[in-house]
């Protein structure tokens, strides 16, 4: 589904990651963790087209994206519910899940039942059914949160990234984008997940890759990383996040 091989990446002449290699197999959750400044956003932004990679390769489904716009890998059916969310605050919640099905009512992407998949949204993050009619920039950091992640899902996307969802959100919040990233996974949909809370994205996810300073340092099933001494002591209480 995607596959990173050599990955490099930066900012003018900051180099932040060092060739990675991340693989995210279909109908799967990958979660990468690591402490702040380790690569974890820069890694999202350059698979997104957000940023252009300086070396490497990206591919979705068989197929090159490494150094295309943003909007085209978008097209081809990447999903990317960003850090800061960086939702349409003038905008209605309806309005900014209707703006995630864009490649859809124009023809990019198959366009599907749309109003069915507004409905399944609603159902999916309730509290967005309730507030449904309000301004963007009205909800709480917490409903924000989840606009942003199911304006992702309203793509209908072949892949989501999921780049710190639960970032500045109460405890509760936290469990609730859990649950529904849960059962997501449970209808299939194939995510690459960037946490802060390594021991919850472990619990989520099948498969874990460990970033230190701009490289992968440790791979692994996601069971088996829970267990890792060194992950342990390093991201699971040993030694904050």
């Keep these: 589904m995607l596959s990173i091989k050599k990955l490099e990446a ?40 957000m940023i252009r990679p300086t070396a490497g390769e990206v591919s979705l489904s068989g197929k090159r994206i490494d150094g295309l716009e943003s909007h085209r890998i978008a097209r081809l059916g990447m999903a990317h519910s960003p850090e ?27 366009r599907g039942d749309v109003p069915g998949d507004l409905n399944r949204a609603m159902d999916l993050f309730p509290r967005l059914k309730e507030r449904r009619t309000q301004l963007a920039g009205t909800l709480s950091g917490g409903e924000q949160q989840m606009l942003a992640m199911a304006r992702a899902v309203m793509q209908n996307p072949d892949l989501v990234l999921l780049d710190e969802p639960s970032m500045g959100l109460a405890p509760i919040l936290v469990e609730e984008v859990f649950r529904i990233i849960a059962r997501l996974k449970s209808e299939g949909v194939t995510m690459l997940l960037v946490e802060q809370f390594a021991a919850a994205a472990l619990n989520v996810a099948d498969y874990g890759y460990v970033l230190e300073n701009g490289r992968i340092s440790v791979h692994g099933d996601a069971e088996k990383l829970k267990h890792d001494p060194a992950v342990v002591a390093a991201y699971l209480g040993g030694g904050g996040h």
């Design 10 to 49: 930066g900012y003018g002449k900051v180099k932040v990651l060092h060739g990675i290699d991340i693989e995210v197999p279909k109908g799967r959750v990958v979660t990468l963790i690591g402490s702040n400044g380790a690569g974890k956003t820069t890694t999202m932004r350059a698979i997104s087209g």
């Design 84 to 110: 800061g969310r960086r939702v349409f605050p003038t905008l209605t919640v309806t309005d900014n899940l209707t703006l995630g099905a864009f490649p859809r009512l124009t023809g990019a992407r198959a």
